[in-house]
């Protein structure tokens, strides 16, 4: 039996653990929590192909996509420093490399500031200072305004919190442009209303965590049925708001408000789905409320194809 795995629920790992090269590099890759960057990233490159209108420069996007992971993986790394505490006591957490020891806080406090730095300039050097700027604005806003802030403060944390990941649409535009526009103000908005019925159903899975830490997190301070309704509410001002990019902006063909209207009628079927098994009381695994999340995710992805294939129909 290891160190990691003799270690007791809720206490951080402190004492000698066995940390081997490759180990440790994992652990640093997964401070980083490449699957939520894979995310980002997908919502930043179909921004930059919608902003030149095609194919933009090759170089640019890789410049952009490492900018982009360095950057998100800065925050995630301050994130987990901070949260180690909790991460502890939560189930979903507990394997987290500052909790099991198999990296120290002090290292991972050093490699989220270092990486904070390094996004920074690489942004300013090899894309421009307008999208360092923005980079850097993401990082300090999801350390200290949704981690320090809102995370353990009130159940809008997800809402407002969520801010920092939308900030990628505009990195996205202003790499290609070095300037803001509208375009990019709708997709924000779309992951704006996005996040909280993406993340809300997974907190419905991991309440009794969340409860158990003390984070207010909206299903912990409210019912499933209240949850489910703020989920319909937000899921149908996502949905107008995506066809806002179509009319009255009038930045794409026909074909992206007709694959927005469709993966849209399928997430409002979801949502209003859970909100009705919520309303009649249904508990447990037959809630299926990770439906909606893995959808969610499904529906991102899908939507930003259609942004980056729409140019070259348009």
Known sequence: MTAVESRPAGVIGTGPVHRPLPARVMGFVALTKPRIIELLLITTVPVMFLAAGGVPDLWLVVATMIGG???AGGANALNMYIDRDIDAMM??????????GLISPREGLVFGITLTVVSTVWFALLVNPLSAGLSLTA?????FVYTLGLKRRTAQNIVWGGVAGCLQVFIGWSAVRDELGWAPFVLFLV??????????????KVKDDYERVGVPMLPVVAGNQVVARQIVLYSWVMVLTSLALWWPLGETSWFYPV?????GAFWLKEAHALHARAKAGVTGPKLKEMRLFHWSITYATLLFAAVAIDPFLH
Do not use: C, G, K, N
């Open 69 to 71: 992971y360095l950057s």
């Open 91 to 100: 189930h979903r957490t507990e394997q987290r490399p500052l909790v099991t």
């Open 139 to 143: 990082i300090l806003y999801y350390v």
């Open 191 to 204: 992951l704006f209303f996005w996040t909280p019925p993406h993340y809300w159903p997974l907190s419905m």
């Open 259 to 263: 694959v927005a209207a469709a993966l």
